[in-house]
T-cell receptor, first 113, second 113 residues
Framework: DAGVTQSPTHLIKTRGQQVTLRCSPK?????VSWYQQALGQGPQFIFQ???????QRGNFPDRFSGHQFPNYSSELNVNALLLGDSALYLC????????????FGPGTRLTVL | RKEVEQDPGPFNVPEGATVAFNCTYS??????FFWYRQDCRKEPKLLMS???SGNEDGRFTAQLNRASQYISLLIRDSKLSDSATYLC??????????????FGTGTQLKVEL
């Protein structure tokens, strides 16, 4: 039973660049959420995708966008990177939109120089 | 005021000790509650859900007090392997469906010989 997978594991970018992070949900799950975790902080909710639509969004600027594909996998895109975007980006999946138990992937560590 | 507040610690305890963590949340409409465990540089993993009636899983006991908007986690007979950061998590549920998990900053536990 495959768990949540994310790629890449690590990424280094420079200010102003754009980045795309990828996530495959746990087998059988159809809902994907993305979180940003800065050092020493708890994860912060970015957005949630279900049926290929963004269903909920946290307090993040429009530079953060996403997509969900028909196979339920998802991408997180961040444009015009800032130093403050350096963080661990976590993807979590759940079974159906209204199920509150979420399972996290190992994350992508993004460093912006 | 933060939506979920925790004492960041660290809590340094000897092996075999009993340790308790507390967490408060500000939104009375919160619907479900969890404790997640996060090891250094790893993803959060669900430790247990928290119910008003209290629930126990081996050495771990969680309690919810809705009137005081307070959640607790008790760890008995601490093991070295319990050393981690414990994240208090609250789910508000949102209009239109979906779930938005809000995390505390986490409480760091170090169990020592």
């Amino acid at each position: 039973d495959a768990g949540v997978t994310q790629s890449p594991t690590h990424l280094i970018k420079t200010r102003g660049q754009q980045v795309t992070l990828r996530c495959s949900p746990k087998s059988g799950h159809d809902t994907v959420s993305w979180y940003q975790q800065a050092l020493g902080q708890g994860p912060q909710f970015i957005f949630q995708y279900y049926e290929e639509e963004e269903r909920q969004r946290g307090n993040f600027p429009d530079r953060f966008s996403g997509h969900q594909f028909p196979n339920y996998s998802s991408e997180l895109n961040v444009n015009a990177l800032l130093l403050g975007d350096s963080a661990l980006y976590l993807c979590a999946s759940s079974l159906r939109l209204n199920t509150d138990t979420q399972y996290f992937g190992p994350g992508t560590r993004l460093t912006v120089l | 005021r933060k939506e979920v507040e925790q004492d960041p610690g660290p809590f340094n305890v000897p092996e075999g000790a009993t340790v308790a963590f507390n967490c408060t949340y500000s939104n009375s409409a919160s619907q479900s509650f969890f404790w997640y465990r996060q090891d250094c540089r790893k993803e959060p993993k669900l430790l247990m859900s928290v119910y008003s009636s209290g629930n126990e899983d081996g050495r771990f006991t969680a309690q919810l007090n809705r009137a005081s908007q307070y959640i607790s986690l008790l760890i008995r007979d601490s093991k070295l392997s319990d050393s981690a950061t414990y994240l208090c998590v609250v789910n508000r549920g949102v209009r239109g469906g979906g779930n938005k998990l809000t995390f505390g900053t986490g409480t760091q536990l170090k169990v020592e010989l």
